[in-house]
């Protein structure tokens, strides 16, 4: 089968959090991905809307810890079935991620995404993972613009990356579309490693280039240029008209306010 038309492998990247976090401690569950959305855990909303997607196939689960599983009975019976696959996540993201990448074939297509993405919708998928194919991108990333995110969810504090050419919100979708793309799953741990050494990290990026977006002088296309020429891979950005899309559950506001919006829609 060709690439061109592959489904998706999804990877749901569903880590848990350190004890005493605020937002599992208000849910009363046993981790963050366990947390409650109209009804149903985050993680169980999220694998629904990727086996509803046309263009998603098998999904692998990266957490939360075995042992957790047992208090999920849906989830722990998908995965005893097989429709489900789990493993055990990594000590970060980018460690899960690279750890997941090497578990299928090279040249496999492949959606990485998070248990905390409760609005995500298979229509978002599909148009995400149809657009990064069309790109010829070797990685693909999800962004929503900045503003149309606040005129729809004014209520709701996103964080904003911001470009000469404007200001974008991350979508926490990612499209690893062949094997050159698994480079940027190493480049992406040696960032994370170095997240606390700001002098490192910004070696790492380029001097240069970071005193330029800190001057609001770099485009977005200028960024993934740079960092496609780092990785040596050709990385882009899928632009994605649906501001739902930049929304996920970090906070208890957050999960206030998703609440409040799925019980509206539902309503």
Not at 100 to 129: G, K, N, R, S, W
Not at 212 to 217: A, E, F, Q, S
Not at 230 to 250: H, N, S, W
Request: charge should be neutral; proline fraction near 6%; hydrophobic fraction near 45%.
């Amino acid at each position: 089968m060709e690439s061109a038309t592959t489904p998706f492998t999804a990877i749901v990247l569903a880590g848990d959090r350190a004890p005493g976090d605020p937002l599992t401690e208000a849910a009363r569950v046993a981790c963050k991905p366990f947390v409650p959305v109209g009804g149903r855990s985050m993680v169980l909303r999220v694998l629904d809307t990727l086996e509803a997607a046309s263009q998603v196939g098998a999904r692998i689960l990266c957490g939360p810890p075995q042992a957790l599983i047992e208090q999920e009975p849906e989830l722990k019976t998908s995965i005893e079935a097989g429709r489900v696959k789990w493993i055990a996540n990594q000590t970060t993201p980018s460690l899960s991620t690279f750890h997941a990448l090497q578990t299928l074939p090279p040249e496999t297509p492949v959606l990485v995404t998070t248990a905390d993405h409760a609005l995500l919708t298979a229509q978002i998928v599909d148009a995400f993972c149809t657009e990064a194919r069309r790109t010829g991108y070797d990685l693909a990333v999800g962004l929503a613009p900045y503003e149309q995110v606040t005129a729809a969810f004014p209520e709701n504090k996103r964080t904003a990356i911001k470009f000469k050419d404007g200001a974008y919100c991350g979508c926490n979708l990612f499209a690893f579309l062949n094997s050159r793309a698994h480079m940027a799953a190493q480049f992406w741990r040696q960032i994370e490693q170095e997240r606390k050494k700001p002098l490192r990290m910004m070696r790492i990026l380029g001097w240069w280039t970071v005193l330029r977006h800190l001057l609001g002088k770099m485009s977005l296309t200028d960024a993934l240029e740079h960092i496609s020429s780092k990785v040596g891979i050709r990385a882009g950005a899928v632009i994605l008209p649906f501001p739902e899309a930049a929304v996920d559950v970090d906070t208890i506001d957050d999960w206030k306010f998703v609440e409040a919006l799925v019980a509206r829609v539902t309503r």
